[in-house]
Antibody
Framework: QVQLQESGPRLVKPSGTLSLTCDVS????????WSWVRQSPGKGLEWIGE???????NYNPSLESRVTASIDKSKNQFSLNLYSVTAADTAVYYC??????????WGRGTLVTVSS | EIVLTQSPGTLSLSPGERATLSCRASQSVTSKYLVWYQQRPGQAPRLLIY???NRATGVPDRFSGSGSGTDFTLTISRLEPEDFAVYYC??????????FGPGTRLEI
């Protein structure tokens, strides 16, 4: 069973960069597309973007100008950078693995707070 | 961009009752791209139904999905205490993106 675990700073200053990594265990990172999804406190789900080990990347158009995703096959992990963050980027960030347009596997999520 | 709306926003029922949750799309959605998730408090979303009507591994058969075009439904035939959660529908369209509905809170 594939398991995902997010890691990274829990507190980021305004105008800074939010950086998260997702470790994939119990499966190969070459088997799926890998996504980031966030959920602001008390709100719904927002897809951020996805990446594939062969180089394919898709981003949510609303965030595309501030986001980059990367993948490290040797470490079986993928990462997210979100630039120029504001308080509106405070959220629980989930990593997820997808198959056939559905998000099958989810990490437990990590709360990232943007504050000075 | 396809927008999903879910109704009702909150549904109050009792264990043993039947729940019917609606997801409506602003444009027609290909059935294979319509998905449902369950999110319990403090937990990550869990895949429940994919391709409109297929239960994910380990999902009890009291959960069922149906629909086509712009109207989709998640039905829980007999509510168990652990079913009280928030349910999101999701669709995938082009350019590649996932979009979620705002969710239906199912409460006792």
């Amino acid at each position: 069973q594939v398991q995902l675990q997010e890691s990274g700073p829990r507190l980021v200053k305004p105008s800074g960069t939010l950086s998260l990594t997702c470790d994939v265990s119990g499966g190969s990172i070459t088997s799926n597309w890998w996504s980031w999804v966030r959920q602001s406190p008390g709100k719904g789900l927002e897809w951020i973007g996805e990446i594939h080990h062969e180089g394919g990347i898709n981003y949510n158009p609303s965030l595309e100008s501030r986001v980059t995703a990367s993948i490290d096959k040797s470490k079986n992990q993928f990462s997210l950078n979100l630039y120029s963050v504001t308080a509106a980027d405070t959220a629980v960030y989930y990593c997820a693995g997808s198959t056939d347009w559905r998000l099958d596997y989810w990490g437990r999520g990590t709360l990232v707070t943007v504050s000075s | 961009e396809i927008v999903l709306t879910q109704s009702p926003g909150t549904l109050s029922l009792s264990p043993g009752e039947r729940a019917t949750l609606s997801c409506r799309a602003s444009q027609s959605v290909t059935s294979k791209y319509l998905v449902w998730y369950q999110q319990r408090p403090g937990q990550a979303p869990r895949l429940l139904i994919y391709s409109t009507s297929n239960r994910a591994t380990g999902v009890p058969d009291r959960f069922s999905g149906s629909g086509s075009g712009t109207d989709f439904t998640l039905t829980i035939s007999r509510l168990e205490p652990e079913d009280f959660a928030v349910y999101y529908c999701q669709q995938y369209d082009m350019p590649p993106r996932y979009t979620f509905g705002p969710g239906t809170r199912l409460e006792i």
